[in-house]
């Protein structure tokens, strides 16, 4: 438990607990007045009234720790309903027992004579009643705070899904990306007419993958590397014999779910960063594999020269926001990093944990 949940629950536990004996030391103290008699018992009811609230902290705070009472908050409604209902009326049993225990052999304000079945019954009743309402108190709490999180975890994935989607239509679709591909197929319809008709073919399939990926969180491994052979094929068209592909995936892997653009947030870095900057060009393999119940993604390439300026807009924004999406949509327990580490190759290593 964190140090505020730690601070927030104590403070929860003391001031609930408190305004119980607060508010039966008001009522008694009313009664007093009201009946115009002395009572003789007042103070030993005043301090079995704060014996009886720090009790109730002691077993719904133990209750708590031994039960798991987080855990169960995860529970649908029809498997918590009846644990909150058992667990209640055994609190107010024990709650109830420590009670006149404490009334008869502590603080001596109640004698065998006050002890009866219909008592027992009533007061166990009323003490399952108080912990019923404490235990819908905790549960309803979590369940505000586990919507909210789930609130604010929706919208950092909108935000990171639009700023995503915006960083590729800026990135890929910049006018000088869309103007290089037009040259080149004006070009190549006087020198290959078909090529130039598979260009296009690629440039519209890029585009409408692009325009589409507002609505899909994740796709299929197998959907997301066809875009990303049209991308690399517009690509080859300017960087011709530079651009080396490889590509090994395994079939088991194709239909692993993965977020929208992520292969082509990582391809697209490869080349920005790493071949378009080199004279000579370089390689971009592509692998996915499934092992140990996970997709094991990697993207490497030939790193650029030691030396060579940075592409404009280097900040690595890209590869940020592509992490954040995964971590919101595959769990925290998904993982991208780049190894820079190798003189060779740059490579980015993406692993997402499939269902169990």
């Given amino acids: ?108 304000i109640q004698g065998f004579e006050d002890f009866s079945l219909t008592r027992i019954i009533f007061g166990g009743a009323f003490w399952s009643v108080v912990m019923m309402m404490w235990l819908l108190t905790y549960f309803a709490v979590h369940f505000v705070e586990r919507a909210r ?12 899904s639009q700023t995503s989607e915006l960083r590729f239509l800026k990135a890929q679709l910049q006018p000088h990306f869309l103007f290089n591909c037009l040259n080149s197929v004006r070009a190549l319809i006087v020198e290959d007419p078909t090529r130039a008709q598979q260009a296009v073919t690629h440039l519209s399939s890029l585009l409408r993958y ?24 517009l690509e080859a068209i300017r960087l011709e014999e530079r651009l080396r592909v490889r590509e090994d995936v395994s079939p088991e892997a194709l239909a692993v779910p993965v977020p929208a653009m992520l292969v082509q947030t990582l391809v697209e870095n490869a080349i920005k960063h790493g071949i378009a900057p080199s004279p000579e060009g370089g390689a971009v393999t592509v692998q996915a594999h499934v092992r140990e119940g996970s997709l094991l993604l990697e993207v490497a390439n030939t790193p650029a020269p030691v030396g ?12 940020h926001n592509a992490s954040e999406r995964l971590r919101l949509l595959c769990g925290t327990t998904a993982s991208l990093q780049l190894d820079q580490t190798g003189s060779t190759l740059t490579t980015a290593r993406v692993r997402i944990p499939l269902p169990s």
């Avoid at 438990?1 to 536990?13: G, I």
């Avoid at 999180?149 to 990171?160: D, G, V, W």
């Avoid at 060579?308 to 590869?319: E, K, Q, R, W």
Wanted: aromatic share 8%; net charge positive; glycine share 8%.
């Fill in 149 to 160: 999180t789930a609130e604010h975890e929706r919208l950092q994935q909108q935000i990171a």
């Fill in 1 to 108: 438990m964190s140090s505020r949940r730690a601070r927030v629950y104590a403070a929860c536990q003391v001031g609930g607990w408190g305004l119980y004996g607060l508010i039966n030391a008001v009522l008694s103290v009313l009664s007093v007045v009201m009946m115009q008699q002395p009572d003789e018992q007042f103070a030993r009811r005043m301090f079995w009234l704060v014996a009886m609230s720090l009790s109730g902290m002691v077993i719904t705070h133990v209750a708590r720790g031994r039960l798991g009472f987080r855990e169960w908050a995860r529970l649908s409604l029809s498997r918590l309903a009846p644990r909150v209902l058992l667990v209640c009326l055994a609190m107010g049993a024990t709650q109830s027992v420590v009670a006149h225990v404490l009334s008869r052999f502590v603080f001596r």
């Fill in 210 to 233: 692009a325009l589409a990926s507002k609505d899909a969180e994740t796709v299929p491994l197998g959907r997301e590397l066809q875009v990303v052979r049209d991308y690399l094929s």
């Fill in 308 to 319: 060579t300026p940075p592409a404009p807009h280097s900040g690595g924004v890209g590869l």
